[in-house]
């Protein structure tokens, strides 16, 4: 399996990079990772100019950006995880402009003729950790994937978060190691059904 990791933390060591190493050490050989840390890369805001429209096949954006990296790795990939805290009940900017820009240059949907998903039958899932109880910090942006997801032509394999509830007390702890393992298995799980 070809995995995308888009991981969107200005904490290059924090609570989201920590939940990455403990899903990605349980991945066996069979798993191919590329993973783009977004807050290192030069990324531009979609502008909605519709030049990716005048292609169906390519990506064709207006912006001369490390954006075609994520784009030609997507479209390489079986499975897209994305990765980011919530600190406003949405993912972070650099991945709302990654989601803006790929809605966009994949989905040739907007031009003078309708066209198609070059992402269609791709797999994503999400990778989230927040303060708040769950049902009130990563329920809208799991719920925003899930349109994303119906909307691109994308299969959603699920989401998975976890809450720090105080910042004097480690995030890591046995019990999030072993949700943090259980979803690798979901992941490894599709993997193998691939095959």
Not at 92 to 106: E, I
Request: with cysteine; charged share 25%.
């Amino acid at each position: 399996m070809k995995l995308l990791i888009l991981f969107a933390s200005p904490r290059p060591e924090g609570n989201t990079a920590q939940l990455l190493e403990k899903i990605t050490k349980r991945f066996d050989d069979s798993v191919e990772v590329t993973r783009f840390d977004l807050y290192k890369m030069n990324l531009k805001s979609c502008i909605a100019c519709l030049r990716c429209q005048k292609v169906s096949d390519g990506f064709n954006c207006v912006h001369d950006d490390d954006m075609q990296k994520i784009f030609d790795a997507a479209l390489q990939s079986d499975l897209i995880l994305f990765a980011t805290p919530i600190y406003s009940f949405y993912c972070m900017p650099p991945m709302k402009m990654v989601l803006d820009r790929l809605v966009y240059g994949m989905c040739k949907y907007y031009g003078e003729t309708m066209g198609p998903s070059l992402w269609a039958g791709k797999t994503i899932a999400l990778v989230s950790t927040f303060g708040y109880p769950e049902e009130k910090a990563s329920d809208l942006l799991t719920e925003g994937l899930v349109r994303y997801a119906k909307h691109n032509k994308l299969n959603f394999l699920g989401a998975y978060g976890e809450r720090q509830r105080s910042y004097r007390e480690p995030f890591m702890n046995e019990a999030v190691e072993k949700r943090a393992e259980a979803f690798a298995d979901k992941l490894m799980a599709y993997d193998d059904s691939l095959n």
